[in-house]
Structure formats: structure tokens, C-alpha cells
């Protein structure tokens, strides 16, 4: 059975909470050539960290 995207609804793989915090992040390479971005979500309630990649970037130097 496929659920529509519009009714899905992220859960956390560990509790199976639903209530998260959202941040947005960077992970540099190695070398510090490349930057890949990042999607932060946190379950707020037992702490589990999931990353989603939303690209990469050579142009994000800090």
C-alpha cells in the first residue's frame, strides 16, 4: 500500500516519537574542498539525530 506524501508524517525509528526540532546544517569534506548540507532533525523526545542531505556546495567557506 502507498501512502500519499501529502499524509505521511516523519517518525522517529527509535521511539516512534513525532514531535521534532529542525535545524540547518553543514558538514565539511575531509579537506575542506566541499561542504555538504544538511537537514538536522532531532526527536525531542529520546534525542535520536537523523540527517537529511539537501546538497553540496563549494562555495561555503566560513
Given at each position: ?34 561542504a555538504h548540507k ?25
Amino acid at each position: 500500500m502507498v501512502i500519499p506524501v501529502e499524509r505521511r508524517q516523519l517518525r522517529c525509528p527509535l521511539c516512534g516519537g513525532t514531535d521534532f526540532q529542525v535545524e540547518e546544517g553543514k558538514l565539511d569534506s575531509k579537506w575542506g574542498f566541499t561542504a555538504h548540507k544538511v537537514k538536522i532533525v532531532i526527536c525531542k523526545n529520546c534525542g535520536y539525530v537523523m540527517l537529511f542531505y539537501k546538497g553540496r556546495t563549494i562555495w561555503d567557506f566560513d
